[in-house]
């Protein structure tokens, strides 16, 4: 399972809105912003419906959870 997102696209939307501005809006770090858009930080449910809510879509706009096949490998 991994979680994907579009918080990059939806700045990019939002008047190309900076990592900075969101982290501002969201009381977070501009590099755990950076983590999340890279998928490389597992943040917390409040986190992720501010972030949503900043750009008042549904918290399913911006998050998915992606099931992966574990492939075989013989």
Do not use: H, W
């Not at 809510?53 to 549904?58: E, W």
Request: aromatic fraction near 6%.
């Amino acid at each position: 399972m991994v979680i994907v997102n579009n918080v990059r696209k939806l700045r990019f939307f939002a008047g190309e809105m900076t990592q900075q501005e969101l982290a501002e809006r969201v009381g977070a770090s501009r590099s755990t912003i950076i983590a999340i858009e890279s998928g490389k930080c597992s943040l917390s449910l409040e986190l992720a419906f501010k972030i949503s809510n900043v750009f008042g879509v549904p918290i399913g706009d911006v998050f998915e959870c992606v099931i992966v096949e574990e492939q075989d490998n013989d």
